[in-house]
């Protein structure tokens, strides 16, 4: 049961949800937008989140659009991750997705859910960062389109009331070889101690990753890194792992040194198997 009482909004266009979020926040009553709402429902149970207002993206034409078009492939914010397996518009995306949850949660968790929630974990995010995809956001300014490095690459960047309307991505990186593979600590429906997905593209191999450190992120150094053919692939991993971009997380999950034991052998499987792929 959730303890509070709070607002509830359903808009119809992209213009009314930015203005109830505007009327709610002058209000004082912190609004969220909400499309699937796992993490709110879950969180409020909790007590780990109060609301006063929440703004239902479900209604908004745009953010339930998925489709390719004109080279390019888009997806709204409030395709729910089923939708997303179940089309296999973009199979490193759907393959991600088919094991974020199980399938009644999947039923529920959305695209915009997974990138702008407040677990870190984010999985659905790393084949964006890999397509070098743009995001479409609504706010008080109006409408921008901005690479989701920008915005979304480890920690969330999105301004006060900002809306994730849909993410775009070049077409041909949709067909291109990948890896995804997840590591739990024991059942396969968990939160990750390891997850890599991997593209390869024209110019070497692309890498994200998510549950190894508290962000989900793609880094061009490590990228650089692991792509040095004058280095034995062992070596070229032990060096990104030394580079790490953030802290490698020690929790109830696993410890920092197993962690790093997952990711040096996940790696290794997934940098040989991406290797081994043509174009």
Same mark, same amino acid.
Request: charged share 20%; aromatic share 0%.
């Given at each position: 049961m959730i303890s509070f009482d709070f607002q509830y909004e359903r808009p119809e266009s992209i213009e009314e949800a930015v203005q109830a979020f505007q009327r709610a926040d002058s209000a004082g009553l912190e609004p969220i937008y909400y499309s699937g709402g796992t993490e709110i429902i879950s969180m409020? $149970?909790?007590?780990l989140l109060r609301t006063g207002a929440v703004i239902d993206i479900k209604g908004?034409?745009?953010c339930n659009v998925m489709a390719? $078009?004109?080279d390019r492939f888009v997806i709204g914010s409030a395709?729910?991750?089923?939708?997303?397996v179940e089309a296999n518009l973009y199979p490193l995306l759907s393959e991600t997705s088919r094991n974020v949850a199980d399938f009644t949660n999947r039923n529920k968790i959305t695209i915009g859910g997974n990138l702008c929630g407040k677990f870190y974990y984010r999985e659905a995010l790393l084949p964006f960062l890999l397509a070098d995809s743009q995001v479409v956001l609504a706010g008080a300014g109006g409408l921008r389109q901005v690479p989701i490095d920008l915005v979304m690459n480890g920690e969330p960047r999105l301004e006060k009331g900002e809306l994730l309307v849909q993410i775009i991505s070049e077409a041909r990186y949709l067909a291109l070889p990948f890896i995804t593979v997840k590591k739990t600590k024991q059942e396969k429906i968990d939160y990750p101690i390891v997850r890599v997905t991997g593209l390869r593209a024209a110019e070497g191999i692309r890498m994200a990753f998510s549950g190894v450190s508290e962000a989900a992120f793609r880094s061009r150094e490590l990228e650089e890194v692991l792509n040095d053919t004058a280095l034995p692939v062992q070596e070229r991993i032990e060096v990104a792992i030394r580079r790490w971009p953030y802290p490698i997380l020690n929790d109830i999950l696993s410890s920092a040194a197993y962690r790093t034991f997952v990711l040096r052998n996940t790696l290794t499987d997934a940098m040989e198997a991406l290797e081994r792929r043509r174009l």
């Open positions: 409020a $149970r909790l007590n908004i034409p745009e390719v $078009r004109q395709i729910t991750l089923t939708n997303v």
